[in-house]
């Protein structure tokens, strides 16, 4: 909408600082579908990404006669699709799928992690529901939302919240950023261009394929998103002829938790 070329994640990344990254989904492949093609773009700018799935994916799949293999499946699947996009490690949190809750117990396994981790950005799908569509809003999928953001604030950055985490070396952090998936479009407000790992993300999408029972319907709308978010977002300059190649984008809604201006208290 700017008219100014949309940023890569590599500007992104060198703008805020960002040199470590800590990414939370529901599902496995959840982060594969919000934000594969960033991901994708940060680690090859030289970013520590680090994916956490909190849920088993048990409630997954279609074919009801292996269905008690599909945790572990899932599990692969998501490690192949991580491993794909440079990510560095993926770890799982193990609750049941379908019935996530920002309840203490979650909320202190994240700002555990946090505090592990110490990133300079958290991405997490967004705690507020999309009503224009309604299944990128899977229960599971705002619960990450809420339990995330928080911990984020004031959780991980008081001493005094969940007292055994500094018991065990983890040590309150500030964290500086929220990157936010999945959420309203209305609150979209940071947009990158993605374009060169447009492929990356269908290839890490294609890893998952115990929940794809169309590939090629699935692939053509993803891309068609990419397509579409980067033509609403690039503003009218940016529009070249029709033979231009085809660009893409994934939005996020970024959320300043801590900088140099932020007064804390708790
Ligand atoms: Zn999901």
């Not at 209305?186 to 115990?210: F, I, M, P, W, Y």
């Amino acid at each position: 909408m700017s008219g100014q070329p949309l940023p890569t994640p590599a500007e992104v990344a060198a703008t805020h600082g960002w040199r470590r990254v800590l990414a939370f989904g529901a599902h496995p492949d959840d982060l594969d579908f919000g934000a594969a093609a960033t991901v994708a773009g940060l680690t090859r700018a030289g970013v520590e990404v680090t994916y956490c799935v909190m849920t088993d994916g048990d409630a997954g799949g279609f074919e009801a006669e292996d269905h008690h293999t599909i945790t572990t499946r899932r599990q692969q699947e998501q490690r192949d699709a991580a491993a794909l996009l440079g990510v560095r490690d993926v770890e799982f949190l193990g609750e049941r799928d379908g019935y996530l809750e920002p309840t203490h117990a979650v909320i202190e396994q994240v700002v555990a992690r946090m505090r592990r981790h110490r990133p300079d950005a958290v991405l997490a799908m967004h705690p507020e529901r999309d009503w224009d569509r309604l299944q990128r809003s899977h229960p599971d999928h705002l619960a990450v939302g809420e339990a995330v953001v928080r911990a984020s604030y004031p959780a991980v950055e008081n001493p005094f919240a969940y007292p055994r985490l500094a018991e065990q070396g983890l040590e309150a952090y500030r964290l500086p950023w929220l990157v936010l998936y999945g959420g309203p479009a209305a609150r979209t407000n940071l947009v990158v261009d993605v374009t060169g790992a447009e492929q990356d993300k269908l290839r890490a999408l294609r890893h998952h394929v115990s929940q794809h029972p169309d590939v090629p319907r699935m692939e053509a709308f993803v891309l068609r998103g990419m397509a579409e978010l980067h033509r609403r977002w690039s503003g009218p300059g940016a529009a070249a002829g029709e033979d231009a190649p085809e660009r893409y984008a994934e939005g996020f809604h970024l959320v300043a938790v801590n900088d140099a201006s932020t007064i804390s208290g708790f």
